[in-house]
C-alpha cells in the first residue's frame, strides 16, 4: 500500500449532493466541491457519479480469530450438518499436526467430548471450537498435548490458558493481513476488536503490521487502556457487587465498559449494574441479543449504547426459530425498538462468529430474514440509510451520528460504483469500488489485489 498522498476524487455523490470533487491531503479530507482544479502531483480518480461513504467501521469484530478462522475448517450448519460431515471434514483438513475446527453447533453430532472426536480423528491434535465461542473440543492427542490428564476434552472459556499452550500459528501476520485486505473489499476502514483477551503485544502486533484498517482494541483488566469488555455467561454469572466493582474500577481508569449480553437474564444483570454504578461516555452492551419491551425501559436515562448484529437473523434465524419460543424471536436482535426507546445503536458483525461482510448485516438489518426466507421481528426493520449508519459512526460512540464527508475529517472512504439511490436497493459489497485509509487506496477493484491506484 503505497502512500497517496495527493489524491483528488471528482465527481462523486456525497451526502445525496451529485457532482462533487472531494480533495485528501495527509490522510484527511482538505476539501469538498464543486469542479475543484487539480493540483499539481495530485492523483485523480474518478468516481464517475458514485455515492462516496464514509469508511465502514465494524464496532464488534474478533480480528485475530477471523484470521484464524480463514486457515480452518468450518464445522458446523450449513457447511456441516450431521456426524459423517464432520468426519469428512476433518478428514479433509489441510497440512499436519493440529487441526482448528470451527462454529460447531450441537445439532451436528451432539455435545462433543474427547471420545466422540477420537472416533472421527485420532492421529492429529484436534480442536473444535464451539460456534457461541464459549467452548472448544479436543480429542484424546490433544488432551495429552495439552497436559490435561484424564479431561473429557472440554475446555469452557479457557481461550487464553489455551493460547498459551498452543503453538502460534506458523504465519500470523501474514493471516492477519489477508484477512484486513478482505475487509477492505468491503469498504472497511476501521474495526473494534472487543476479544476479552486482546494483550498489550496484540495492540502492539495491529499497529506494527499496518493493516488496511484503524484498529481499536478492547480488553480486560490486562490491558492498561481501552475499554474494559466484560463477559457475561448465564451458567456463572459473578455477583452483582463483583460486576458492580468492576464497572467501577474501570470508570476510575478512564475505562468505559462493555459488557457481552446474549440472554435476558445477562442483559437484565449489566443494566441493573450499570445503574448502579452510573455510566460514562462510551459504555455500551454487546449484542443485547434478546430485549423485551420491558428490559428495554431498563435502559431509560443510562445513555448506554447497543451494538448489534443483524447478521444473526439472517444466519441463524432459523436455528433460533427453531429453538427459541416464537414470541421471544420477536425479541430478537432489534434495531428500530432500541432507536424507538432512544437507545443508541451501532452494528458489528461478531466475525468470526457472524459473517465479516457489514453489507450483509445491513440487509439483514433491512429484510429482517432467515436463510429460509422467514422474517423476524418485522417491526424491527430499518431503511437502508439507517442501516448504513450502523457501520459509519465513529469508533467511540457507535451510536452516535455518522461521520462526515467534509473539510478536516479523516479521508477514511469507501466508494462505490453508483449513486445510493441505485445502491440502497442491494447493500452488497460487489458495488464497492475502491477503499481508503487515510488517503490511501487499500483496495480498488480495477485492479483486484487491493494495491495502489
Ligand atoms: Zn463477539
Not at 469542479?35 to 468516481?47: C, H, R, S, Y
Not at 490458558?161 to 493471516?175: F, K, T, Y
Not at 429453538?323 to 466475525?351: K, M
Not at 465513529?394 to 445510493?420: K, S
Request: neutral net charge.
Amino acid at each position: 500500500m503505497a502512500a497517496a498522498e495527493r489524491l483528488l476524487i471528482v465527481n462523486a455523490e456525497v451526502d445525496g449532493a451529485a457532482g462533487l470533487d472531494v480533495r485528501c491531503r495527509r490522510g484527511l479530507i482538505a476539501e469538498v466541491g464543486p469542479a475543484l482544479a487539480p493540483a499539481a502531483g495530485e492523483t485523480t480518480l474518478d468516481a464517475s457519479g458514485g455515492a462516496l461513504l464514509p469508511g465502514l467501521h465494524d464496532h464488534h469484530i474478533h480480528l485475530a480469530a477471523l484470521a484464524a478462522a480463514d486457515r480452518s475448517v468450518r464445522c458446523g450448519p450449513p457447511d456441516v450438518r450431521n456426524r459423517d460431515e464432520l468426519a469428512l471434514a476433518l478428514a479433509s483438513a489441510p497440512g499436519e499436526g493440529w487441526i482448528r475446527a470451527i462454529g460447531y453447533h450441537e445439532s451436528v453430532a451432539g455435545m462433543l467430548e474427547r471420545g466422540t472426536i477420537d472416533a472421527l480423528q485420532r492421529h492429529r491434535p484436534v480442536r473444535i471450537q464451539h460456534r457461541s465461542g464459549k467452548m472448544w473440543f479436543v480429542n484424546s492427542k490433544a488432551v495429552e498435548l495439552l497436559g490435561l490428564g484424564d479431561s473429557d476434552g472440554r475446555l469452557f472459556r479457557r481461550d487464553r490458558w489455551l493460547r498459551e499452550r498452543l503453538p502460534a500459528m506458523a504465519d500470523w501476520d501474514a493471516a492477519l493481513q489477508d484477512t484486513s485486505r478482505q475487509l477492505a473489499r468491503y469498504g472497511v476502514t476501521g474495526v473494534t476488536e472487543t476479544t476479552p483477551s486482546n494483550q498489550a503485544q496484540d495492540v502492539e502486533r495491529y499497529r506494527r503490521l499496518d493493516l488496511c484498517q484503524r484498529v481499536v482494541a478492547m480488553g480486560d483488566e490486562t490491558l492498561e487502556a481501552g475499554t474494559l469488555k466484560v463477559m457475561l455467561d448465564d451458567a456463572a454469572l459473578p455477583t452483582f457487587e463483583q460486576l458492580l466493582g468492576r464497572i467501577l474500577a474501570a470508570h476510575e481508569r478512564a475505562r468505559p465498559v462493555a459488557v457481552h449480553c446474549v440472554t435476558r437474564t445477562e442483559l437484565v444483570f449489566a443494566l441493573s449494574a450499570f445503574r448502579a454504578a452510573g455510566t460514562v461516555p462510551g459504555d455500551r452492551i454487546e449484542h443485547a441479543s434478546i430485549a423485551d419491551d420491558a428490559t428495554l425501559r431498563l435502559f431509560r436515562n443510562t445513555h448506554l449504547t447497543v451494538v448489534t448484529q443483524p447478521n444473526f437473523i439472517a444466519e441463524r434465524g432459523d436455528q433460533y426459530l427453531a429453538d427459541v419460543a416464537r414470541a421471544e424471536c420477536e425479541n430478537l436482535y432489534r434495531c428500530q425498538g432500541f432507536l424507538d426507546a432512544d437507545v443508541p445503536l451501532g452494528g458489528g458483525t461478531d466475525a468470526p462468529f457472524g459473517d465479516a461482510d457489514p453489507w450483509a448485516a445491513m440487509r439483514a438489518a433491512v429484510a429482517r430474514r432467515s436463510a429460509s426466507g422467514i422474517v423476524i421481528g418485522a417491526g424491527e426493520a430499518l431503511t437502508p440509510e439507517r442501516a448504513l449508519a450502523l457501520f459509519t459512526t465513529p469508533p467511540g460512540n457507535p451510536g452516535g451520528a455518522p461521520r462526515r464527508i467534509q473539510a478536516g475529517a479523516e479521508a477514511d472512504l469507501c466508494l462505490l460504483d453508483r449513486p445510493w439511490r441505485q445502491a440502497r436497493l442491494a447493500l452488497t459489497a460487489a458495488h464497492v469500488r475502491a477503499t481508503l485509509l487515510g488517503g490511501r487506496t487499500t483496495y480498488n477493484r480495477a485492479n483486484r489485489t487491493g494495491a495502489t491506484t
